[in-house]
């Protein structure tokens, strides 16, 4: 059976990133959204991508869920395919940052292992973490899917949180927190991305 091993060279093209990041007069770079089912993380995808469309500047979400659909519909739940399905939306955010995009992963990416392997794919500072740092009890009352409780009722089994852990980030570019019982709008979460993304410089080529 022929083997990839040591026999893929890479192809280079007189057309580079920087040359796309010129033409889209932004920075590729990926801003991965980690936490638990229903911290908001779609939520908060939706809205940077709004916020950052409004402004010009062109994005792509991958959203946890909707990748299943049709990428990695072949995973299931189980530890090691959680594992793949993070790799795989890691390569393929890694794509799109080279492309020049703004690329946007939603996804509860469990381990803190997987997500550092996503951000060793990217060049230093081209992979921003934003956790959702909400409260499990918060996320399960709020179970905008019922996942939670059918976990509870053991029908979901190794679900995050219930079953399985998770491991927050150590060190997040940004931390997303309610404040005395009181979760900050998707706006106004959108616009701390936004502003950390401006600052940084990735709003112009």
Request: hydrophobic share 35%; net charge neutral; with cysteine.
């Amino acid at each position: 059976m022929f083997s990839s091993e040591g026999n893929v060279v890479w192809h280079k093209c007189s057309v580079q990133k920087i040359d796309r990041q010129e033409l889209l007069q932004q920075k590729g770079c990926v801003i991965w959204i980690t936490g638990l089912s229903g911290s908001g993380k779609s939520t908060l995808a939706c809205a940077v991508a709004r916020g950052l469309h409004m402004r010009g500047k062109l994005t792509y979400i991958l959203d946890g869920d909707n990748v299943r659909h049709g990428l990695n519909k072949d995973l299931t739940f189980k530890e090691d395919d959680v594992v793949e399905n993070t790799r795989r939306i890691g390569e393929v955010a890694k794509l799109f940052a080279d492309a020049g995009v703004i690329s946007i992963a939603s996804l509860i990416s469990p381990y803190r292992k997987d997500r550092d392997a996503c951000r060793a794919l990217l060049q230093e500072g081209d992979f921003i973490e934003v956790f959702m740092d909400i409260p499990l009890q918060v996320c399960e009352a709020r179970d905008p899917k019922g996942l939670y409780k059918l976990a509870r009722a053991g029908k979901i089994k190794g679900f995050t949180g219930v079953e399985d852990p998770y491991e927050p980030p150590l060190k997040s570019e940004i931390v997303l927190q309610q404040k005395e019982e009181i979760c900050p709008s998707p706006s106004d979460m959108a616009d701390i991305v936004i502003s950390y993304l401006e600052r940084k410089g990735y709003l112009q080529a």
